[in-house]
């Protein structure tokens, strides 16, 4: 049966029959080549897509993980600005106060320096007005920023009275004038003290050396006042025996202590105000 296939079959159209085969046969092999090769790179696009969208989600995470980073450090900020406008306006409020402060200090200085100045004058004014008198009699002198002036029980009044005697009026009428025209914004404290000695007898106005000196300050401070002194700038005050300048051991000692002290200091209410500003 071969050789008669065979033998129907001319030579030359089973080479080109042989040759048609291998060539289907290459070309297939070529084709498997082709798709195995497409497989491999479709595997590794794959794999490569996969690493792409893992860096993707990775990015995007990143991307996520940065914008809530963003959006605390602008909330962050935010409330930083809050806090520093907050503080610009309590440094501003506060250098406000500064000045005010400043300013009001100046003030003081400057009020200072002219109390300085008036109770300068006015020592001087009443160390010449009553030159004439003796020592033991009266003194003027600045301590603390007040200008205290002293005069004797021996001037003013008789032992155990409270009536002042003519030359006391005289001093005082003349010291009233001088303060009337020179102590403008001060306070005047009129201020009686006495010795140690215990008051006596039924018939006086007073039942101790506190009210002595009470009374006797109070009669002071009228004839002030009838002179011109200003009553709402003028404080009447008794001490008694209890703030000596001299030892009541001796009768020397116990006469500077029966005085009356005539204190002059600037207006406490000014300078509390400016204070408290």
């Known amino acids: 049966m071969s050789l008669l296939i065979f033998s129907c079959v001319s030579p030359k159209k089973y080479k080109a029959k042989v040759a048609e085969v291998e060539k289907k046969e290459q070309e297939n092999e070529r084709i498997k080549r082709q798709f195995y090769e497409a497989q491999n790179l479709l595997l590794q696009s794959s794999d490569s897509l996969k690493d792409v969208i893992i860096d993707l989600q ?37 250098e406000s106060e500064i000045l005010g402060k400043e300013k009001n200090i100046s003030i003081l200085k400057n009020k200072q320096y002219q109390r300085q100045r008036q109770s300068s004058e006015l020592q001087k004014s009443i160390k010449t007005a009553f030159s004439s008198l003796n020592k033991e009699s009266f003194s003027v002198k600045e301590k603390s920023g007040r200008l205290y002036i002293s005069l004797s ?7 155990a009275s409270i009536d002042i005697n003519s030359e006391g009026k005289k001093a005082l009428q003349k010291l ?8 403008s914004g001060l306070d005047i404290w009129v201020e009686g003290h006495t ?28 004839i002030l006042v009838e002179n011109g002194v200003l009553p709402q700038n003028i404080v009447a005050a008794g001490h008694g025996e209890y703030l000596p300048i001299s030892s009541n051991a001796t009768p020397e000692g116990k006469s500077k202590n029966r005085r009356i002290e005539i204190v002059l200091l600037p207006k406490l209410d000014e300078i509390f105000e400016l204070i408290g500003k």
């Open 58 to 94: 990775t990015k995007d995470y990143q991307l996520d993980s940065l914008q809530k980073m963003a959006k605390k450090t602008f909330d962050k900020n935010n409330l930083l600005t809050k806090e520093l406008e907050q503080k610009e306006e309590e440094l501003t409020k506060k």
């Open 153 to 159: 029980n021996k001037l003013l009044f008789e032992t």
């Open 176 to 183: 009233a004038s001088l303060l009337k025209n020179n102590a």
């Open 195 to 222: 010795d140690n000695m215990p008051v006596t007898g039924a018939e006086l106005p007073f039942k101790d050396n506190w009210q002595l000196s009470a009374l006797r300050a109070s009669v002071v401070t009228k």
